[in-house]
């Protein structure tokens, strides 16, 4: 998708050609016709009512000249991947020209792209998510996921497989479009090209042809979704319309560059005067909030005041800043730098602590915060889908034990019945009520009689009374524990999903999902069969990997080492893995544990597997046993417990019954530990997952 409204551009004339007062006019009389909603207006005058006291401009005037640079401000939100960071990625990557495209797949918001050289191989993700698109280089993304299967993705492969990386340049300064040119070999014709454009909501990716014909894009703009700029498989390619502002290196001298901000804010209206950051990024094009923040940071000067608080040694700072930014844009030095406690960067080194590579950290950057988004929805989802079934199953147990699915109210009824037939010879005609003698107690019991009815015919109806119930007990009874069993089985998916924390679990969360499907708790997405089937293929390229790596593909060590359990080491330096969810925990137990290793389950509460692996010859002190013991408590609804009882049990000893949920298992020998939860290194090291 792109920009519905036709966005206005400044011709591109030096500031040497014009006279300076009337450029600035037409600017500034522009900017005040484009001001934002009425919103937006609230917003800068609740921001200028914040920063922009009298006495912060008294402060701001009266600062001295510091000696070197400052942090900048912490971003409220993820950064935007602006001009600059496309400016730096793009830099980065003429290390990876020429290369070849080993493999292209596609995701849910993106594509990514093997890239090859002779001293290095990594993926290049190009990712056009509303909210975290950028460029990055990272690892392979993860296989399995429907998106894999897509059309876009397929014709990617086939247009891109094998070819060569051969250029990687910005069409359009100061405009967010990026262009990579392949071809059969260096130095030939580009038999394709790929397009980024960087947009927020309306990003896109194209592929280009002969004659920059559109062989394909993720995303088809047509006439009802756009009357600027079409989007058509088959049309020519053109850029996106340009932004408005004056090109960044039209204002070399600082008296040009401070005239245009200054007419910028002194054109807006006098309750709602802008901020030095937001004349910067209004007449400007390139310039992102971020980025003017980053500027003033290293100038030493504030960005939320007007820019007429400004000093002159300020302005001179300011725009030497601005000079060395328009520097690093043309020869791509960038200085990239983060700070690890807010998670802010930036590229022109106003952050603590460096950063090595621009493109694998602008991938984690923005893929962190893209997974856990995913992850908190689908836990959500999830929790609500659980929560549910477990309130029907638990109405559904009720409703079962009162149709006489437990209990010995037949036996009962039947006693009854005898006790008539054996004192019928004392019950006179249409008796209410007889006294008889309790057979085990000796005491006097009262029975009520039916005064229409004989004993016999009472006795005979309390018999078949009884029979009824004897066969309600022997229909419901199989059904009370199948939904017993089921209600165990949501408990412990509720546990699960509840210390299940953090984005980097996305894929146990998914498995969550898978499992609840095929339970029919959940429905299935609309792209369901397209998932089962990528991850099929999935499955198969890696046993086909494994097999030419060597590996035995059984059970044991082997086995736990692509899975994403939970990974600790006790006193005596024995590996425990705890399963995540109800498939881990299936996995554990019924695959990789062997006969030695122990096998532990907080008991009665639902809870997670632990495993802790053993080696032959060696035995577990109770140092050991008590560090896992701790842990399989803390992994269980017994977590606020001061301590809890462990069931603990050699795996041979554990059976799977015919027809059970995953992770529903029986001990046929178990002996019991005392757990203290909130002893165990999980709950010393604070991690909640």
Same mark, same amino acid.
């Given at each position: 998708?792109?920009?519905?409204?036709?966005?206005?551009?400044?011709?591109?004339?030096?500031?040497?050609?014009?006279?300076?007062?009337?450029?600035?006019?037409?600017?500034?009389?522009?900017?005040?016709?484009?001001?934002?909603?009425?919103?937006?207006?609230?917003?800068?005058?609740?921001?200028?009512? &914040?920063?922009?006291?009298?006495?912060?401009?008294? !402060?701001?005037?009266?600062?001295?000249? +510091? &000696?070197?640079?400052?942090?900048?401000?912490?971003?409220?939100?993820?950064?935007?991947?602006?001009?600059?960071?496309? &400016?730096?990625?793009?830099?980065?990557?003429?290390? *990876?020209?020429?290369?070849?495209?080993?493999?292209?797949?596609?995701?849910?918001?993106?594509? !990514?792209?093997?890239?090859?050289?002779?001293?290095?191989?990594?993926?290049?993700?190009?990712?056009?998510?509303?909210?975290?698109?950028?460029?990055?280089?990272?690892?392979?993304?993860?296989?399995?996921?429907?998106?894999?299967?897509?059309?876009?993705?397929?014709?990617?492969?086939?247009?891109?497989?094998?070819?060569?990386?051969?250029?990687?340049?910005?069409?359009?300064?100061?405009?967010?479009?990026?262009?990579?040119?392949?071809?059969?070999?260096?130095?030939? !014709?580009?038999?394709?090209?790929?397009?980024?454009?960087?947009?927020?909501?309306?990003?896109?990716?194209?592929?280009?042809?002969?004659?920059?014909?559109?062989?394909?894009?993720?995303?088809?703009?047509?006439?009802?979704?756009?009357?600027?700029?079409?989007?058509?498989?088959?049309?020519?390619?053109?850029?996106?319309?340009?932004?408005?502002?004056?090109?960044?290196?039209?204002?070399?001298?600082?008296?040009?560059?401070?005239? /245009?901000?200054?007419?910028?804010?002194?054109?807006?209206? @006098?309750?709602?005067?802008?901020?030095?950051?937001? /004349?910067?990024?209004?007449?400007?094009?390139?310039?992102?909030?971020?980025?003017? $923040?980053?500027?003033?940071?290293?100038?030493?000067? +504030?960005?939320?005041?007007?820019?007429?608080?400004?000093?002159?040694?300020?302005?001179?700072?300011?725009?030497?800043?601005?000079?060395? *930014?328009?520097?690093?844009?043309?020869?791509?030095?960038?200085?990239?730098?983060?700070?690890?406690?807010?998670?802010?960067?930036?590229?022109?080194?106003?952050?603590?602590?460096? /950063?090595?590579?621009?493109?694998?950290?602008?991938?984690?950057?923005?893929?962190?915060?893209?997974?856990?988004?995913?992850?908190?929805?689908?836990?959500?989802?999830?929790?609500?889908?659980?929560?549910?079934?477990?309130?029907?199953?638990?109405?559904?147990?009720?409703?079962?034990?009162?149709?006489?699915?437990?209990?010995?109210?037949?036996?009962?009824?039947?006693?009854?019945?005898?006790?008539?037939?054996?004192?019928?010879?004392?019950?006179?005609?249409?008796?209410?009520?007889?006294?008889?003698?309790?057979?085990?107690?000796?005491?006097?019991?009262?029975?009520?009689?039916?005064?229409?009815?004989?004993?016999?015919?009472?006795?005979?109806?309390?018999?078949?009374?009884? $029979?009824?119930?004897?066969?309600?007990?022997?229909?419901?009874?199989?059904?009370?524990?199948?939904?017993?069993?089921?209600?165990?089985?949501?408990?412990?998916?509720?546990?699960?999903?509840?210390?299940?924390?953090?984005?980097?679990?996305?894929?146990?969360?998914?498995?969550?999902?898978?499992?609840?499907?095929?339970?029919?708790?959940?429905?299935? +997405?609309?792209? @369901? !069969?397209?998932?089962?089937?990528?991850?099929?293929?999935? @499955?198969?390229?890696?046993?086909?990997?494994?097999?030419?790596?060597?590996?035995?593909?059984?059970?044991?060590?082997?086995?736990?080492?692509? $899975?994403?359990?939970?990974?600790?080491?006790? %006193?005596?330096?024995?590996?425990?893995?705890?399963?995540?969810?109800?498939?881990?925990?299936?996995?554990?137990? #019924?695959?990789?544990?062997?006969?030695?290793?122990? *096998?532990?389950?907080?008991?009665?509460? %639902?809870?997670?597997?632990?495993?802790?692996?053993?080696?032959?010859?060696?035995?577990?002190?109770?140092?050991?046993?008590?560090?896992?013991?701790?842990?399989?408590?803390?992994?269980?609804?017994?977590?606020?417990?001061?301590? #809890?009882?462990?069931?603990?049990?050699?795996?041979?000893?554990?059976?799977?019954?015919?027809?059970?949920?995953?992770?529903?298992?029986?001990? $046929?020998?178990?002996?019991?530990? /005392?757990?203290?939860?909130?002893?165990?290194?999980?709950?010393?090291?604070?991690?909640?997952?």
């Amino acid at each position: 998708m792109l920009l519905l409204k036709q966005r206005l551009a400044l011709p591109s004339l030096p500031c040497a050609t014009r006279p300076l007062a009337s450029r600035a006019e037409c600017l500034a009389a522009r900017q005040h016709r484009q001001q934002g909603s009425r919103q937006q207006q609230l917003r800068v005058q609740r921001r200028w009512e &914040a920063h922009c006291s009298a006495a912060a401009k008294a !402060a701001v005037a009266a600062e001295p000249a +510091p &000696a070197g640079p400052a942090p900048a401000a912490p971003p409220a939100a993820i950064q935007t991947f602006d001009y600059t960071a496309l &400016a730096a990625a793009t830099a980065e990557l003429q290390a *990876w020209v020429p290369a070849k495209v080993e493999a292209v797949m596609q995701q849910e918001s993106g594509a !990514a792209l093997r890239l090859r050289t002779l001293a290095d191989s990594a993926w290049l993700h190009l990712d056009w998510h509303a909210r975290y698109a950028h460029v990055g280089l990272g690892g392979a993304p993860p296989r399995g996921a429907a998106a894999e299967l897509y059309s876009f993705g397929a014709q990617l492969g086939s247009s891109l497989r094998g070819l060569v990386l051969t250029r990687a340049w910005l069409p359009t300064p100061y405009e967010r479009v990026l262009r990579l040119a392949f071809a059969q070999r260096p130095g030939e !014709a580009p038999a394709a090209e790929l397009v980024y454009e960087c947009m927020a909501r309306y990003s896109n990716l194209l592929l280009l042809g002969p004659g920059e014909t559109v062989l394909a894009a993720a995303h088809q703009v047509g006439q009802r979704m756009s009357s600027v700029r079409h989007v058509q498989v088959g049309g020519r390619w053109e850029p996106p319309p340009p932004a408005s502002g004056l090109d960044p290196d039209s204002c070399p001298s600082l008296e040009g560059w401070r005239a /245009v901000l200054c007419q910028l804010a002194e054109a807006a209206p @006098a309750d709602r005067q802008p901020t030095l950051s937001q /004349v910067a990024v209004r007449g400007f094009r390139g310039v992102s909030p971020q980025l003017a $923040r980053d500027l003033a940071a290293a100038a030493r000067v +504030p960005p939320d005041v007007p820019p007429a608080a400004l000093s002159p040694e300020q302005w001179a700072r300011l725009h030497e800043r601005w000079q060395g *930014w328009l520097a690093a844009l043309r020869s791509g030095d960038f200085v990239p730098s983060h700070c690890p406690g807010s998670g802010a960067y930036s590229l022109l080194g106003t952050q603590p602590q460096a /950063v090595p590579a621009v493109l694998p950290f602008l991938h984690s950057y923005y893929t962190a915060p893209q997974a856990a988004d995913q992850f908190g929805a689908l836990k959500q989802q999830l929790t609500r889908a659980v929560a549910a079934a477990i309130t029907r199953l638990q109405k559904k147990v009720e409703s079962l034990q009162r149709q006489g699915g437990e209990g010995d109210k037949h036996t009962q009824t039947q006693r009854l019945a005898d006790m008539v037939m054996a004192n019928v010879y004392r019950i006179q005609p249409k008796a209410a009520s007889v006294q008889v003698e309790d057979w085990d107690t000796g005491e006097a019991v009262t029975i009520q009689l039916d005064p229409e009815k004989s004993a016999v015919e009472f006795a005979e109806g309390l018999y078949k009374q009884a $029979r009824k119930q004897r066969r309600a007990v022997e229909q419901v009874a199989p059904l009370l524990a199948a939904a017993r069993a089921e209600l165990e089985y949501l408990a412990e998916v509720e546990v699960m999903l509840q210390q299940m924390e953090g984005g980097s679990h996305l894929e146990a969360l998914q498995e969550v999902q898978a499992d609840l499907i095929a339970g029919k708790y959940v429905k299935a +997405p609309p792209d @369901a !069969a397209l998932a089962d089937k990528a991850a099929s293929k999935a @499955a198969s390229k890696a046993r086909r990997a494994a097999k030419r790596g060597g590996s035995s593909g059984g059970g044991g060590s082997e086995s736990a080492g692509g $899975r994403d359990f939970r990974r600790y080491t006790s %006193p005596g330096g024995f590996a425990v893995l705890v399963g995540r969810n109800s498939r881990q925990n299936e996995e554990l137990t #019924c695959r990789m544990a062997q006969p030695g290793d122990v *096998w532990m389950h907080a008991r009665g509460v %639902p809870g997670a597997h632990l495993l802790m692996r053993i080696p032959a010859g060696r035995a577990p002190e109770d140092a050991d046993l008590a560090f896992a013991a701790d842990l399989a408590g803390w992994f269980s609804k017994a977590r606020t417990q001061g301590k #809890c009882d462990v069931t603990v049990c050699d795996p041979k000893d554990i059976s799977k019954p015919t027809g059970a949920k995953p992770g529903q298992v029986l001990c $046929r020998r178990e002996r019991v530990l /005392v757990g203290r939860p909130d002893q165990s290194v999980a709950a010393r090291s604070g991690e909640a997952d």
